[in-house]
């Protein structure tokens, strides 16, 4: 049954799960800046460990990502893969506030990544089902506004509540099961989809890529090379850290990337479905190239604090409308399979970029995991010019230049 449109012109899964994002990423983005901070303060780990860290934890969700995509497609189902991929993740919680070392912290990264694995590719499929092809592009837009409101609020709160507990982490870590518990239950009663006929088996989705046409093959390969410098956030913390500005004062920094993010996020969704979702990713590449050298360059907490002001407005230029530009290249029995293939292929790229970009802190310097990202994000800033001069895809599927 065709979703009632509301504002923004999609239906009332988009609207929800926007609501079911903002409540999780609330309940991650209490966490998510305290946790090398935790790591290199508290645990006294180096920056390679904690770049080790976060690349085990992203290729965990990014191998889960195809699989889950693929089943979700072959099941004819979503919303129940949803449920199961907040909630692991919401009862991941416990493992991080009981932490004593950092491989129990590795292990909460991994247990939390698993549940984001398992949800990611069958809840972008149920916002594409419930959009028209012209407003995919706002429909993804409100999701990261929603989701990146949820990371104003988190360390907004994390902030409060370290004031209100003496810098006690663990508390910290413990009431963020609340809001997480609060998404799974958004998604229990409110979200809906649309029943489909069981195929026969032997005409279920296979996990393959010979479903997919040569631009869908080359905008992947082109988002992988980019995830490859995109080492990370924890990286920029420990820059801002390494600034001068005083570890009670970053959750506020990573609050107003945000916060930009999110109000970003929206227009920028809104401006790609009227001028075109390559120009915008294509600013965002470039952006992203000029960001890290700034941050490679960066020797004082103010420019830190304008290069955290535009990360979150390359943020916004990207995040939704590579997911929106991706939805109009795929085939309409295969969305989920998609997303997962898509993000599983920038998910293991970050495994390398998060573990390159520790070993360069740690053995170059901390300038040297900024100027690698800069000049991957150029080089697919280069790849993406390439793909835009294809004018259409040839009988095989591939691009004419």
Known sequence: MKQK?????????????????FFMDI????????????LANVLGVNKSIIGLIEGVAESTASVLKVFSGWYSDRIGSRKWLMVAGYGISTLSRPILALAAGWHHVMGFRFVDRFGKGIRTAPRDAIVVESTDKAYLGRAFGFQRAMDTMGAVVGPALAVFLLGLFSNNYRIVFWLSMIPGFIAVLLIIFFITEQKKASAPVSAKPKLTLKYFDGRFKAFVLIA????????????????????GIQPITIPVVYLMFNLIYALSALPAGIAADKFGKRRVILIGFVLFALVYYGFAVASDTLMVWVLFAFYGIFMGLTEGVQKAFLATIIPLDFKATAFGIYNTAVGLAMFPASLIGGLLWDRISPAATFYFGSITAATAALLFIVFILCDKPNKLGACRI
């Open 5 to 21: 449109k509301r504002l923004f012109n999609f239906g009332k899964n988009v609207t929800i799960t926007g609501f079911v994002s």
């Open 27 to 38: 309940s991650s983005e209490m966490i998510y800046p305290l946790v090398p901070l935790f």
């Open 224 to 243: 992988a090379v980019f995830a490859v410098g995109n080492s990370s956030d924890v990286f920029l913390i420990l820059k801002a850290q390494q600034s």
